[in-house]
DNA sequence: GAACACAAAATTGTATACAATACAAGTTTC
DNA sequence: GAAACTTGTATTGTATACAATTTTGTGTTC
């Protein structure tokens, strides 16, 4: 937020910077879940003491991005099919309500800078960088919780949006492709209309689409022991 | 939640530990919106260096019970009117369906555990301790959510009655005094009664009502910019 | 007496040092 | 050869030291 997150060798790295840094990265699936997240690593890689590292990953620990056990460290967190029902289930609580608010709200401004994100999103899944179309997929939704002027509540949804990204890491069907390519069309559309109503429901449906495109049955052992093995 | 948050002389007193006694003063209106929060005080207090301070105090900001501005300190958030707004807002839509599935829910024990908070509050009320009253009547909502088996939602909620604690001390009208007395009780009583959409009715209605007892008009300066100042 | 300038004190931000804990490998013992 | 113990290494938790910034107090000037 504040500026660039890597790049220029002249910059201190705050440790909201890091948490950004990493926080894009775990949406871009450039990082799985369940990796270890080691402070002198960080704290080389960011060219900053572990004194910052730790505030950042506390940070992300506070939205559930990152896992910290006490004397075991950071790992990116892992959630479990019950947790990804319960954060699917809050956004299908939070986020068409939120969509209808935004009907309200939308100006013109908004309107166009949601169908940049949503032309963005095409180019980079051209581009094969299916990581980047996630996290701008992500960022459509954040930008409509935004736009319905509560503050309060987009922070939720945002944090629900960034523990879908792991969610989807572990737990997506390849089968169900982009589903979702005109449905965040629509949603523009209705909200372009100002039509509450409609946007309310394209978004429950929406939700619902991606809620039942994760495999989320109770297979035995799975990824689930596997993977947390992994983990530590 | 560890343990005990003061008492015993030796104890390490670790940083979730100082976190939650600030916000259970914080709760109680032992420490009012605007007081700073200084790393030396706390680490003498709690006899611990300024690091896990920090830590603490980084926790508190996150869920929004601090404020933090860079080399400027903590202080205890100071919300604004539109925030209050919004903390309400969130909670008529949060909540409200939370209490609806806890009516599904709720077992023999929680409905115990439920009676035993009023009449826990019912005593502070006696015992002329407004502040640890109203403390457990935040309980009580959180107490509900966690029933409602969403600990996502529920993590969402106990933040939002944190901040509404600090509303409360803020914008409370001394006029309307303990109406959510039966408000309680009529909310147990339909848990108790699987009744989940009168628990979803009497939530909403009880929340409005809470609403609608602060003064969030906006009149002149006032403690707004006034006591703006003083909390820096 | 008010306003500005500068110096001193206090407070926060960051880095480093040390202590405590966990993990892994190797050794001993049965 | 396997289990248990021990030791060594790596990593995290905490405290302290130092740097940077803000605040406060004082003195000078108009």
């Known amino acids: 937020m504040t500026r660039s997150t890597v790049s220029t060798p002249t910059k201190p790295a705050t440790s909201d910077s890091i948490a950004q840094a990493l926080s894009l990265a775990i949406h871009e699936h450039k990082i799985a879940p369940g990796t270890k997240l080691g402070e002198d690593d960080l704290a080389e890689i960011y060219g900053v003491s572990r004194t910052v590292v730790r505030a950042a990953l506390q940070s992300l620990h506070h ?33 068409p309500r939120t969509a209808r608010s935004a009907a309200l709200y939308a100006t013109r401004e908004d309107i166009a800078l949601l169908e940049r994100h949503i032309t963005d999103e095409h180019k980079a899944l051209d581009d094969a960088d299916p990581g980047r179309a996630l996290y701008l997929s992500g960022l459509f939704h954040t930008e409509i919780a935004r736009i319905a002027q509560q503050a309060t509540i987009a922070g939720f949804i945002e944090t629900l949006i960034a523990r879908s990204s792991l969610i989807i890491a572990l737990y997506w069907r390849r089968e169900s492709a982009l589903c979702e390519k005109h449905a965040h069309h629509a949603l523009v559309q209705a909200l372009a209309d100002k039509d509450g109503q409609q946007a309310e429901e394209l978004m429950r449906s929406h939700l619902v689409d991606l809620h039942s495109a994760l495999d989320l049955t109770e297979r035995k052992g799975r990824t689930q022991s596997l993977k947390d093995a992994l983990s530590q």
């Open 63 to 95: 939205i559930k991005l990152v896992d910290i056990r006490r004397n075991k460290g950071a790992s990116v967190a892992f959630p479990s099919i019950k947790e990804a029902h319960e954060v699917f289930e809050a956004r299908e609580l939070l986020e």
